[in-house]
Structures are given as structure tokens and as C-alpha cells.
């Protein structure tokens, strides 16, 4: 009798360990299917502008209101996580993405358009933070090599929505069928994923409140986390500026062509998806802080030069070597904060990355009203600007870095 327990023990675990493989290549596809709508929007914006009769302010709005939603889910999600289990969490986030994407598509106003795009950061920012925490817990000592793999899939689908949205627009479609189309493809990986996920027991796990207050109150009052998540801003700003805004600046701006100004951005995508599989390599010959540091002095001079020059195919090649040279930024940032808060790695993420939303908010519509204001090249100017502070940033991290290490040595 023990022997057929035992057994069937056996089975029941194989039964779910299969089961949940399946879920975390799921989880993969889900990743890839909401970067998709995150990157595909800036070739879109100039089909947009002409469809609801936008000016440059009421783009950069769209952006701001995206990472308002952003800001939301990191600051309710955590309690909605902590009532109900992440799986369902998952389940239900995804279908709500799902609808917000036929929603978009079918907006008859800029209004409704604004509220979809908040539904949409919600949606995208919460979806992150729960596929990475279920696989954190999940997979327990193999969780690094899985949230790598899930990063991986992010990237690549960064890289697909622009060159999606760029095929929809060739094949004579409008801006919104886009939207409608992956509208249609999430809904089968919908249905999918809810047949395979419900029958999963996914018990939630709660942490207790003092602790976590603890652990905020105590980030907050480190000067490395601060640094980090000022570094976290400005670098995601400099990418968001550019998804947004940079083939609205070569179509209107420099008057060239839509295909070039899709080019542009899918190198840009490209080059951060190969910055990110070059990562290891450059880890095993410099520090990554080091190499960072350098190459956004860099990336802001080539900007400067490229922005000046106003030549499309210069651009171009800009964007691809600035994408490469810093593509793992995010990932090596969170990194550095997880680092030096191991056991605090969740919270140690989402203070910098909320950082990050805060100041993308504010940076999305400023863009809109100085190019409005003074035109596209003070508007595009930021983008280097930005990456000039990250400089600076970079290097008050390296000296305090220095000093720490200076400290711990004295102290043996």
C-alpha cells in the first residue's frame, strides 16, 4: 500500500512538474505579446497624430499617462499579490490587457484613447512585476537563469513590434487594426493559458507587513538605491524618448520617408536586444558600471552629432551602436540594487523602477511641449542631455562604490 502512495506521489509530482513547465513557457509568450504594444506605438504615432488631429503636447501625454498607469500597479499591486494568488493574478491581468488592446483600437475619441493607454500601463507594469515574482518563487535557486530566459523573450518581442506594426502599415491597414490584430492573438493565448493555469494549485504567499515597511523605510535612506533609481530614470527616459518620439522627428522633422523612420526604430530595438546578449561578454572584461559609464558619454555625443547633421542614414546607425553599446542598462541597474539588497530584491526593484515611471511621466509630455514650444531639435536634445546625466550619475556610484570598498578593507 505504501509502495502504490508512493507511486502515485511520484506521478502527481512528474504530473505538475510537466504542467508547470508549460506555464513558464506560457509566461514567455505573454512576455513577448505585451512588449509587442510597447514598442510597436512609436511607429504608429504618426498615424495617430493624423487621426485624431494631435499636436506634439497631446503625444507626449500619451506616454505620460502610460506610465501614470505604470506608477499605479507598482504601488497597489503588491497588495492585490499578497490577498490572491500570482497565477490567477496573471491569468486575469493578461485578459484585461487582451481587451484593452481591442479597446484601442476601436477609441473613437483622444479621451477614450488616454484612458485605454492608462488601462494598458497598468496592465504591462503588473504583468512584469507578477510573471517575475511567480518564476522567483518558482524556481528558487535556478531563478536567475529563469528571469534571464523571461528578459530574453521581452527583448525579443521589443524588438518585433516595431517591425509588426511596420508590416500592418505596408500591407495597407490602419494604425488601429494593430492593435485589433494582436488583440486577436492574445485572446488565443488567453484561452490557452486559462485551461492550462486554473487546474494549477498556486498558493500565495504572504510577507509580513513590518517587515516589508522596514525594508522600504531602510532603502529609502540608502544613497546607493537613490543613486540607482535616479540612474534607473534617466536612462529609461532617454529609451522612452526615443520610442515615442523618434519616427515622429525623422517623418516630420527631417521629412524623410515612414519606411525610414520604422528602420530606425527597429535597429534601435535591435541593438539593445544584441546589447543585452553581448552583456556577459563585456562583464568578463569590465565592470559593468565602468563600461555604462563611458558609453552614455558616448551615446549622448553621437546623439548630439546625429541630431545636428540631421542625415537619416547616420541616425539610423546612431540608434543601432547606442542600443548595442547600452542595451542591458535595465537589467544590469536592477542588478546593482538587488545586489546590495539580496533579501530585499522585490522591493530594492520596484523602488527604482518606480522611480523611473515617476520621472517618465513628467519627461513624455515636457518632450511634446518643448518641440511644440522650440521645435523637434530642442525637443530631441533631451535625449542626449539625458545620457550625459547618466554619466555624471555612473560616476558619483563608481567613487561611492570606491569609498565603500576603501571602508570595508580598513574595517579587516
Known sequence: M????????????????GRMKIIIYCLFGIMFFFAISSTMIGILIPEMTTSYNLNNTQIGIIGSVQNVGGIAAMIFGGVLSDRFPKLKLIVVFFTIYTAVLFGIGAAP???MLLVFFFALGVANSYLNLLISAFVSEAYGDKRTAYLNMIHAFFSLGSLAGPIYASIVQRSGQPWNRSFVNLGVLCTAVTLAFVIIAIPVKDDKKKSGNSNLLGGVKRLLADRTILILALLCAAYMGHQSAIGLWITTYIQDGLGLDRSVSSM?????????????????????????SKWLCITCFLSAFLYIAAFLLGNGVFLIAVLFTVGALTGAAFPSIIGMACGKYPHLSGTATSTVSLTSSLIGTVLSGFIGALVDAAGYLAGMMVIPVLLVICTAILTVYRRMQGVDKQAEGNEK
Not at 505504501?2 to 512538474?17: D, L, R, W
Open 264 to 288: 530606425a526604430l527597429i535597429l534601435f530595438w535591435g541593438g539593445i536586444v544584441a546589447g543585452r546578449f553581448m552583456q556577459p561578454a563585456v562583464d568578463r572584461k569590465i565592470e559593468y
Open 109 to 111: 475619441a483622444y479621451v
Open 2 to 17: 505504501q509502495q502504490i502512495t508512493s507511486s502515485m506521489a511520484v506521478k502527481g509530482q512528474a504530473v505538475h512538474s
